[in-house]
């Protein structure tokens, strides 16, 4: 899906605007309204909001956050074009994106909660509220640059001096490299040192990472939240490997505390709400609906890369259930429509698989290179294709006048970019160059009496699972 959702190699300098993009993109499908109007009803026509308790940022109920996600089958998708059949393009790259997005959810990258608000019971409702946002949960407490809790992180969050690739000292009697291991030599053998300098009953020789923390050494449990590496494995808050246990904000057993991303507010109100859900009992089953919806906010993401997230229509569906004492949402499937604006804003990632470049967008990726074969996206075919051959169309016809087209005007050379744009309508345009034959609008940017012109997309559908947390809290 997203530069961040699919398989390649992301450059380091790039991981940061990876992980927001993902949380963004994938969090704006926990954003995505419903289309649960009666038959014949638009998918994209937004419902009002329902009677009930007001939406208040720490003041609600149920929080949870996504503890499973996939992108759906194709027939987890949902009717956008009104043939009857479920749409869900991305269904194509789900076995190329699972395990980037499974890496990304083990590390924390995706932390995506929610807050309910009038739910008592998983029970039939006729008004269901909630909040969702981008949480902030790996924090680097000693600004060295290597953050604690993720696999292969820093080892003790207290000392900048101490992270994964530093130079071991051999003489500090502390794990400096975060191998594990303190005071070995160069050749990574451990230490012969058999005095136990801080009293826990274990030496250098005997495994301790830290022999100057009694806190810290080999086959202790890791604390929460401390920064150390408790238990000599090589990270601090962290315990299993890829598949954590410690501090996990995935596990019910040990319920934590979520921090907010600040971009989950905007003048101190959440940003994504579903204002007009219902629970209703189908097949003995609690079924939760919400929307529909628009999602549209301008992100920053790194210096100099922003998202503008557009995301329009879908629907949500979900099982309400009790779990461990509190309501959790399990096999749900949500979709919706990713418009072309909101692919061309997503630069500056590598992604070979599908054809991104940091050069170019993941809209160039879909419509002037590989992505748009791996999605069987639709040939825009008769005079477009005879000018402009290969084009590509979105599936999804949002604005209703006829599919959108998006070009590669001289698809026979290296840069394959998109820079020609047809509107349902047959309208065409192109990119705005300066003298220097740089673009400085590209042409999915075009207005139409005050609102965008290009807006078609291509359908998603995501399903997930959520797990209980103890709270949400303010951002750090």
């Known amino acids: 899906m997203t530069a961040k959702a699919l398989t390649g190699q992301i ?32 998918p994209f026509e937004i419902k009002p909001e329902c009677k009930g308790d ?33 749409d869900n393009k991305l269904a194509a790259a789900a076995s190329i994106a699972q395990g980037a997005i499974d890496d990304a959810l083990g590390n924390y990258e995706i932390v995506i909660p929610l807050e309910f608000f009038d739910l008592t019971a998983a029970a039939a409702d006729s008004c269901v509220k909630f909040a969702v946002y981008l949480g902030d949960y790996v924090k680097d407490g000693d600004g060295d640059g290597s953050d604690p809790l993720v696999k292969n992180g820093d080892c003790n969050d207290k000392d900048p ?71 000599c494995d090589g990270t601090a808050d962290r315990t299993g490997g890829a598949v954590a246990t410690a501090c996990s904000p995935f596990d019910p057993a040990s319920l934590q505390d979520i921090p907010l991303d600040p971009l989950s507010f905007v003048d101190g109100q959440p940003v994504v709400v579903f204002h007009d859900g219902t629970i209703e009992k189908r097949d003995g089953v609690m079924l939760l609906h919400a929307g529909p919806s628009l999602f549209s906010v301008s992100v920053p993401v790194i210096d100099d890369v922003s998202l503008d997230l557009r995301i329009s229509g879908a629907t949500i569906e979900a099982e309400v259930t009790e779990e461990a004492g509190a309501i959790v949402l399990k096999h749900a499937r949500l979709g919706g429509v990713i418009d072309a604006v909101t692919a061309d804003t997503i630069r500056g ?89 740089k673009v400085v609008m590209s042409c999915t940017e075009a207005m139409v009496g005050g609102s965008r012109r290009f807006v078609d997309g291509i359908s998603v559908a995501l399903t997930f699972d959520t797990s209980p947390i103890k709270a949400i809290t303010p951002p750090r």
Do not use: H
């Open 11 to 42: 450059r380091r300098g790039q991981v940061r605007a990876m992980r927001k993009t993902v949380a963004m993109i994938f969090g704006s499908c926990a954003w995505l309204a419903a289309a649960c109007g009666g038959e014949g009803a638009s």
């Open 54 to 86: 007001a939406v208040v940022a720490y003041q609600g109920m149920q929080p949870q956050v996504i503890s499973k996600l996939s992108i759906g089958s194709r027939e987890d998708g949902f009717d956008f074009n009104g043939d009857g059949e479920p």
């Open 161 to 231: 001096a101490i992270k994964r690739g530093a130079a071991e000292i051999g003489s500090n009697r502390k794990d400096d490299d975060c191998d594990g291991l303190a005071d070995e030599d160069a050749q990574d053998n451990p230490s012969n040192n058999p005095a136990d300098m801080d009293g826990d009953g274990q030496s250098l020789a005997d495994g301790d990472c830290d022999d100057t923390n009694a806190a810290v050494k080999k086959g202790v449990p890791e604390v929460c939240g401390d920064g150390l590496d408790n238990d």
């Open 349 to 437: 990632l590598d992604v070979d698989v599908i054809g991104l470049t940091p050069e170019n967008s993941l809209l160039d990726a879909t419509f002037a290179n590989l992505l748009g074969q791996i999605l069987s996206l639709p040939k825009a075919g008769g005079k477009v294709d005879a000018k402009y051959p290969g084009c590509r169309t979105p599936d999804i016809d949002v604005d209703r006048d006829g599919l959108e087209a998006f070009c590669d005007s001289n698809p026979g050379d290296t840069n394959k970019s998109v820079d020609v744009c047809i509107d349902g309508d047959g309208t065409e345009l192109t990119d705005v160059l300066d003298a220097d034959g």
